[in-house]
T-cell receptor
């Protein structure tokens, strides 16, 4: 199993551009999550999904959108990128216990 | 919202020392996770526990649900244990609230 994969690993965006961060898991997990980690800060939940077709907002959803059309994929969309969205983004999945994290995407908005 | 406090924020130890990291939270929970973030940024789950104590190798995690407190212990610490250790209580829909982490450095 590849576990949780994320693409891209790094990205630099200009203010106002948009992009999609991809997340895929091959463990048939129902629960999936998107977090952001700012320097020196704890992870914060952006959006989560409890199964295909179901998504909900976390603590910091503004400026982001998600979809969950399949169990495997949970893409995160940034519209109109802003410098405040410069962060490291982690995707995670779980079934009944521990969460499995992807390797992260380092995003810089200039 | 669950407020999570970890202590200490930074910890430097000599190889072989016994290490304790503490975590307190403000709201009742169903479970609590301990995570390790490697210097390269990757995050792995160490423990998920809802009561008592769990042990995995040199790592031990304990939780007191009534006191809203958990501890992570590392016995016979080693330089490869150097990482950030994160406490994360679990709420509804298995959502985690994360502490800001404890940066552990183990010197040879």
């Amino acid at each position: 199993n590849a576990g949780v994969t994320q693409t891209p690993k790094f990205r630099i965006l200009k203010i106002g551009q948009s992009m999609t961060l991809q997340c895929t898991q091959d463990m048939n997990h129902n629960y999936m999550y998107w977090y952001r980690q700012d320097p020196g800060m704890g992870l914060k939940l952006i959006y989560y999904s409890v199964g295909a077709g179901i998504t909900d907002k976390g603590e910091v959803p503004n400026g982001y959108n998600v979809s969950r059309s399949t169990t495997e994929d949970f893409p995160l969309r940034l519209e109109l990128a802003a410098p405040s969205q410069t962060s490291v983004y982690f995707c995670a999945s779980s079934y009944s216990s521990e969460q499995f994290f992807g390797p992260g995407t380092r995003l810089t908005v200039l | 919202k669950n407020e999570v406090e970890q202590s200490p924020q930074n910890l430097t130890a000599q190889e072989g020392e016994f290490i304790t990291i503490n975590c307190s939270y403000s709201v009742g929970i169903s479970a609590l996770h301990w995570l390790q973030q490697h210097p390269g940024g990757g995050i792995v789950s160490l423990f998920m526990l809802s009561s008592g104590k769990k042990k995995h190798g040199r790592l031990i995690a304990t939780i007191n649900i009534q006191e809203k407190h958990s501890s992570l212990h590392i016995t016979a610490s080693h330089p490869r244990d150097s990482a950030v250790y994160i406490c994360a209580p679990e709420g509804s829909a298995r959502q985690l609230t994360f502490g800001s982490g404890t940066q552990l450095t183990v010197l040879p």
